[in-house]
């Protein structure tokens, strides 16, 4: 039996099923993301698990025992919230103790571990700032201390980089990271930041309209993702209408792909950008490769690549290259390449 178990879990609002039949089970030490846009349900999730909100149906266990009904006290998880939701009239020391003090531990083992705390997340010396006094990533380091130091069965991160800049933000990722992997501590993270679920987490549970849509490894998501909506949310992807021929097979700009596609019904091809080489159009496609032909239509730098948009007989194609590399001139023609495992065929959605 897993670690962390969530089954059948269910949350109704008036008007609105919040999270509609979660299941999920998580092994002690690892870390999953609930990756998901805004409203589908994440933060219900969250909050069920720390007993900030009663499910309507379903179950959690904890290292075997049921802990559904439990309160949130009693739980044993630490709790990281978007707004940090620090004490303002509190030191930074007491702040991080407080989960202590409730707790009633005693002050000098308190003061050991609230310095060991914060020597983990780098901010020893500034025990006895007021959080107006510390940037918005030293506020975030405190609350992660804060959850930290009650070592907690669960780590649980709410949006919990979602207030800081880009490059703080990245720093920070890292060092959650290198701290969950180092204490072995089991975590749940809620983001709606495709970036910050790959890079952070062992699995991510890929969340839509209160439902799990795909739990797999970054990888498995990223490059095996099992539906559209899937392909769509985590990644980039060129999204290519595509036409049935009489014998089942599918095409794209009248290429015909060796590729299946799903019974019945209208199909849209997907390929991310950056599986996408250019090459001049007397270039023959290779064994097992999809080869389409178009003419460039313009080229943008973006920093960490550059990004060419092909236009061709059925619409646009976007190409990542390398930044460095030298894409061809606007105007002239090419054929695109891929390989054939690189093809996603899904439904097409209804408008
Ligand atoms: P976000 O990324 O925007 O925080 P989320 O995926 O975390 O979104 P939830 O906060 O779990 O989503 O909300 C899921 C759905 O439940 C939303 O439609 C939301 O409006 C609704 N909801 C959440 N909390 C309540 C509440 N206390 N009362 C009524 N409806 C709620």
Known sequence: MSYLTLAGLQKRYRDSVAVDDVSLSVEQGESVALLGPSGCGKTTTLRMLAGLVDPDAGTIRLDGAEITRLPAHRRNMGYVFQSYALFPHLSVARNVGFGLEERRVGRAETGRRVEEALGMVRLSGLEGRRPRELSGGQQQRVALARALVIRPSVLLLDESLSNLDAKLRDAMRHEIRDIQRSLGITTLFVTHDQVEALTMCDRIAVMKRGRIEQIGTPEDIYER???????????RANVLPADRDAKGGISVWGVTLPARAPQGGEVDVFVRPQRVRLVP??????????????????????????????????????????????PPADGTEVAALWQARDTLVFPREAP
């Open 225 to 235: 993702p099992a539906t559209r909506f899937v392909a769509d949310f985590v990644g």
């Open 281 to 326: 159009v007397s270039e023959p496609a290779g064994e097992g490769m999809v080869r389409l032909t178009g003419r460039v239509e313009r080229s943008v730098f973006v920093g960490d690549h550059v990004e060419v948009i092909v236009a061709g007989t059925g619409g646009q194609l976007s190409v990542e290259m390398q930044s460095g590399a030298r």
